[in-house]
């Protein structure tokens, strides 16, 4: 089973930018494709982009043109750039497999001032 270790979140303001990492283990990592989920307060956990192993990136419309998804195989690690953040933004973000993620980590809080 994955295991993952996210980071990189923090509060900001509105227009401003973060970089999440995910350290990810447990898996053959170049062979899995990942993803970057999210889950704001009262909200159900949502998929906000993914990769694929050969990286094929997808993304929600709602981050489209602001998020990058990005992966290096070397490192275990998948990476989400985000720029432009909205206040509704804000949420705990989760990295996992795209396929049947299960075994989640703690996430990181990204929250967006106005």
């Known amino acids: 089973q994955v295991q993952v270790v996210e980071s990189g979140g923090g509060l900001v303001q509105a227009g401003g930018s973060l970089r999440l990492s995910c350290a990810a283990s447990g898996i053959i990592f170049r062979l899995t494709a990942m993803g970057w989920y999210r889950q704001a307060p009262g909200k159900q956990r949502e998929l906000v982009a993914d990769?694929?192993?050969?990286?094929?990136?997808n993304y929600a419309d709602s981050v489209k043109g602001r998020f990058t998804i990005s992966r290096d195989n070397a490192k275990n690690t998948v990476y989400l750039q985000m720029n432009n953040l909205k206040p509704e933004d804000t949420a705990v973000y989760y990295c996992?497999?795209?396929?049947?993620?299960?075994?989640w980590g703690q996430g990181t809080q990204v929250t967006v001032s106005s």
């Open positions: 996992n497999t795209y396929f049947n993620p299960v075994n």
């Open positions: 990769i694929s192993r050969g990286g094929n990136t």
